[in-house]
Nanobody, 119 residues
Framework: QLQASGGGLVQPGGSLRLSCVAS????????MGWYRQTPGKERELVVI???????NYADSAKGRFTISRDNTKNMVYLQMSTLKPDDTAVYYC???????????????WGRGTQVTVSS
């Protein structure tokens, strides 16, 4: 359902762009976004975007990360700049999707893509 890509190793101060595409039984996607998780910690919000374009950024992401989505392709992107070692984590794509023949929206998570910020 969700396929994320774009993670990797980057030096502090560098940039990366994550992409995620949703596929399958999709009538509409209400929310698309990104979360991240490090070992021993709970998964935390990075940023989400509604179908109308409203966003909610974590304080740690404000001013450095930018979310965008292409509703025609069911894709969401995360442009990350000025990366810090603390940004090292597995990044997960998330969608809240409405499906044909299914009552109520459902949450789906991608497998995660590793982002490592290190010199």
């Amino acid at each position: 359902q969700l396929q994320a890509s774009g993670g990797g190793l980057v030096q502090p101060g560098g940039s990366l762009r994550l992409s995620c595409v949703a596929s399958g039984n999709i009538a509409g996607i209400d929310i698309m976004g990104w979360y991240r998780q490090t070992p021993g910690k709970e998964r935390e919000l990075v940023v989400i975007m509604s179908s109308g374009g409203g966003t909610n950024y974590a304080d740690s992401a404000k001013g450095r990360f930018t979310i965008s989505r292409d509703n025609t392709k069911n894709m969401v992107y995360l442009q990350m700049s000025t990366l810090k070692p603390d940004d090292t984590a597995v990044y997960y794509c998330h969608v809240l999707v409405r499906q044909y023949g299914v009552t109520g929206p459902r949450n789906y998570w991608g497998r995660g893509t590793q982002v490592t910020v290190s010199s």
